[in-house]
């Protein structure tokens, strides 16, 4: 009979303490001020994690819903976006132009060629693998631009760069960027990467009026570009970030550091080892 009685108290403690844990989870300030017993007190802590657990899960779920339904919503009106764009079937042709306007000189350039994936290891290493735009950079530039208003180019990629130099009038602003990023996935979908390669080093801009891979490796090394070495492959590869600031004739200390971080993105894509990337340093020639 006693211990019946002594269990019926302990149950009965028990429920009260529940009571209270559940008083205590949706309303904290209104507990009671009697103390909760070591048993009622870890129920507490145990129920108050499930319903972190539940809010955060509700949200987690409410999140994926919307990014869900955002990406399809993005897919349908980026559809009509993309028929609305100019064809990039002339691509090739204005590649021709811009050589011929400056003079240069256009040459194929396989992409096995050390300055290709010199150019593909410092500025779009994905670019084998991405379908003209990356996502990783786009996000980059969506913070960027909502945090700062930047719209840099900082991480586009290959792809982008081309049909900026080739189609877009203004690429700093918001509606510029979109076009650049819907003419990639155009341009992809269209040619091959290496032609995409090869026309992207045969229409950028390498300083001193040298437009195109074959006029710059006639300007500042007097050889053909399937010539060059690592060391002078890895230096024109550089420039065309800043063509002015890192201008090897000018500035060789500054193209030389730049040329040593092409040199450390070839070492990390694979394409050569780290003592391949020294020598290659070492023999690269002085310019006058």
Same mark, same amino acid.
């Given at each position: 009979?006693?211990?019946?009685?002594?269990?019926?108290?302990?149950?009965?403690?028990?429920?009260?303490?529940?009571?209270?844990?559940?008083?205590?989870?949706?309303?904290?300030?209104?507990?009671?001020?009697?103390?909760?017993?070591?048993?009622?007190?870890?129920?507490?802590?145990?129920? $108050?994690?499930?319903?972190?657990?539940? $809010?955060?899960?509700?949200?987690? $779920?409410?999140?994926?819903?919307?990014?869900?339904?955002?990406?399809?919503?993005?897919?349908?009106?980026?559809?009509?976006?993309?028929?609305?764009?100019?064809?990039?079937?002339?691509?090739?042709?204005?590649?021709?132009?811009?050589?011929?306007?400056?003079?240069?000189?256009?040459?194929?350039?396989?992409?096995?060629?050390?300055?290709?994936?010199?150019?593909?290891?410092?500025?779009?290493?994905?670019?084998?693998?991405?379908?003209?735009?990356?996502?990783?950079?786009?996000?980059?530039?969506?913070?960027?631009?909502?945090?700062?208003?930047?719209?840099?180019?900082?991480?586009?990629?290959?792809?982008?760069?081309?049909?900026?130099?080739?189609?877009?009038?203004?690429?700093?602003?918001?509606?510029?960027?979109?076009?650049?990023?819907?003419?990639?996935?155009?341009?992809?979908?269209?040619?091959?990467?290496?032609?995409?390669?090869?026309?992207?080093?045969?229409?950028?801009?390498?300083?001193?009026?040298?437009?195109?891979?074959? !006029?710059?490796?006639?300007?500042?090394?007097?050889?053909?570009?399937?010539?060059?070495?690592?060391?002078?492959?890895?230096?024109?590869?550089?420039?065309? !970030?800043?063509?002015?600031?890192?201008?090897?004739?000018?500035?060789?200390?500054?193209?030389?550091?730049?040329?040593?971080?092409?040199?450390?993105?070839?070492?990390?894509?694979?394409?050569?080892?780290?003592?391949?990337?020294?020598?290659?340093?070492?023999?690269?020639?002085?310019?006058?």
């Amino acid at each position: 009979m006693g211990g019946r009685l002594w269990n019926r108290r302990r149950g009965f403690a028990r429920r009260r303490d529940a009571r209270k844990a559940r008083r205590a989870i949706l309303n904290p300030l209104s507990e009671t001020t009697q103390p909760l017993s070591a048993a009622g007190q870890a129920s507490l802590r145990r129920r $108050r994690r499930q319903a972190r657990r539940s $809010r955060r899960g509700r949200l987690l $779920r409410a999140v994926a819903l919307a990014l869900i339904a955002l990406v399809a919503l993005m897919g349908l009106v980026g559809w009509g976006y993309l028929a609305s764009l100019p064809s990039v079937g002339d691509a090739q042709q204005r590649v021709d132009a811009i050589v011929r306007a400056r003079h240069g000189i256009e040459v194929g350039v396989p992409p096995p060629s050390k300055i290709g994936r010199a150019i593909v290891a410092v500025e779009d290493s994905r670019f084998y693998s991405n379908h003209g735009i990356d996502i990783p950079s786009m996000a980059h530039f969506t913070w960027g631009y909502l945090t700062t208003g930047s719209t840099t180019d900082a991480g586009a990629t290959i792809t982008e760069q081309l049909v900026k130099i080739l189609y877009v009038q203004q690429p700093h602003t918001i509606g510029g960027k979109l076009e650049m990023l819907g003419l990639a996935l155009k341009m992809d979908q269209a040619y091959s990467k290496p032609q995409i390669l090869e026309m992207y080093l045969n229409a950028i801009y390498y300083g001193h009026q040298a437009y195109g891979i074959a !006029q710059a490796s006639e300007t500042y090394f007097h050889v053909a570009p399937d010539q060059l070495t690592w060391g002078e492959a890895s230096l024109l590869a550089g420039l065309p !970030q800043a063509p002015t600031a890192y201008d090897p004739f000018k500035h060789f200390d500054l193209a030389r550091a730049r040329q040593s971080h092409v040199l450390a993105r070839l070492v990390a894509t694979g394409a050569l080892t780290p003592a391949q990337a020294a020598a290659a340093y070492a023999a690269t020639p002085s310019l006058p």
